[in-house]
């Protein structure tokens, strides 16, 4: 059975840092992302990887503070979040796509999602 599965989320105050992780099983996927659904709110693209050149893509709003990485070996990729801010508060979703495709939509798996809730 192919499933994604997440972990590492919780409470920290503004400023700190988590990192997130996406345990893959059932089968490889080369293209895996991050999106995020704070309450209220649509969810969003947050980063993604392409695992077989690690290229990666990141929204504006995370840029520079998130960095997205993977473990081949473990079919795993992290989400390390740095100076998290009130309104990096949501759900964060790990998400695998089958197909060739952009890095932004178009996937098929999808985990249950991780609670992040920042502090101010």
């Known amino acids: 059975q192919v499933r994604l599965a997440e972990s590492g989320g919780g409470l920290v105050q503004a400023g700190g840092s988590l990192r997130l992780t996406c345990a893959g099983s059932?089968?490889?996927?080369?293209?895996m992302g991050w999106f995020r659904q704070a309450p209220g709110k649509e969810r969003e693209f947050v980063a993604a990887?392409?695992?077989?050149?690690?290229?990666?893509d990141y929204s504006d709003s995370v840029k520079g503070r998130f960095t997205i990485s993977n473990d081949n070996a473990k079919n795993t990729v992290y989400l390390q979040i740095l100076s998290l801010k009130p309104e990096d508060t949501a759900v964060y979703y790990c998400?695998?796509?089958?197909?060739?495709?952009?890095?932004?939509?178009?996937?098929?798996?999808w985990g249950q999602g991780t609670q992040v809730t920042v502090s101010s």
């Open positions: 059932g089968r490889t996927f080369d293209r």
């Open positions: 990887i392409r695992r077989s050149t690690g290229y990666t």
């Open positions: 998400a695998a796509a089958y197909s060739i495709g952009g890095l932004r939509r178009g996937y098929d798996v």
